[in-house]
């Protein structure tokens, strides 16, 4: 298996930009996760799915970030108007069993 | 209050010695999972080993294990004979199966360095 698979993995835009991430979970799993990690805030959950559907959001910082799964092999997280303070890595992450994989993440910059 | 405390920002360790990487929770969950991770320099999130809440052993993957100590809260993860390769920044978190569903909360991580 090819494990959870981001893309970009680098991501650079202009404020004001609307930015999408992308996520191919492992196949099979049934949970997907959203996390940012940042120097200030460490890493924190943004969303996660079960079975496609959304079932915590709390995390996500406010209405500028939105987060789909149309089916059980892709995820998006969109952010629209983006700004400097969205820079971070983006992870995403999918488990069925005990422990979540990660993908490689993407780097995102807001210049 | 915080979830997890990983009171180590830094560690340093001799090549082939052992090291042990603190980590402490708080949670009123009896049902919980403690897991490890590892994020080496290129930036991935490696998973290394799991403690659930009603396992009597402690946890043992490879050179990695998990001093589970329950009543004083501590789940500290343990490396024997260090490689070079170890060096990374490594993270604590918990599953809170009641009270947080799927969530992982991680802790503010150790950054190892293995000297040769």
């Known amino acids: 298996d090819a494990g959870v698979i981001q893309s970009p993995r680098h991501e650079v835009t202009e404020m004001g930009q609307e930015v999408t991430l992308r996520c191919k979970p492992i196949?099979?799993?049934?949970?997907l996760f959203w996390y940012r990690q940042t120097m200030m805030r460490g890493l924190e959950l943004l969303i996660y799915?079960?079975?496609?559907?959304?079932?915590?959001d709390s995390g996500m910082p406010e209405d500028r970030f939105s987060a789909k799964m149309p089916n059980a092999s892709f995820s998006t997280l969109k952010i629209q108007p983006s700004e400097p303070r969205d820079s971070a890595v983006y992870f995403c992450?999918?488990?069925?069993?005990?422990?979540?994989?990660f993908g490689q993440g993407t780097r995102l910059t807001v210049v | 209050a915080q979830k997890i405390t990983q009171t180590q920002p830094g560690m340093f360790v001799q090549e082939k010695e052992a090291v042990t990487l603190d980590c402490t929770y708080d949670?009123?969950?009896?049902?919980?999972?403690l897991f490890w991770y590892k994020q080496p320099s290129s930036g991935e999130m490696i998973f290394l080993i799991y403690?659930?809440?009603?396992?009597?052993q402690n946890a043992t993957e490879g050179r990695y294990s998990l001093n589970f100590q329950k009543a004083r809260k501590s789940a500290n993860l343990v490396i024997s004979a260090s490689q070079l390769g170890d060096s990374a920044m490594y993270f604590c978190a918990m599953r809170e199966e009641e009270t947080s569903g799927s969530r992982l909360t991680f802790g503010e991580g150790t950054q190892l360095t293995v000297n040769p």
């Open positions: 799915f079960n079975n496609n559907v959304p079932i915590d």
């Open positions: 196949s099979g799993h049934d949970y």
């Open positions: 949670t009123s969950d009896p049902s919980y999972g």
């Open positions: 992450a999918s488990r069925t069993g005990t422990e979540a994989f």
């Open positions: 403690q659930g809440s009603y396992d009597q």
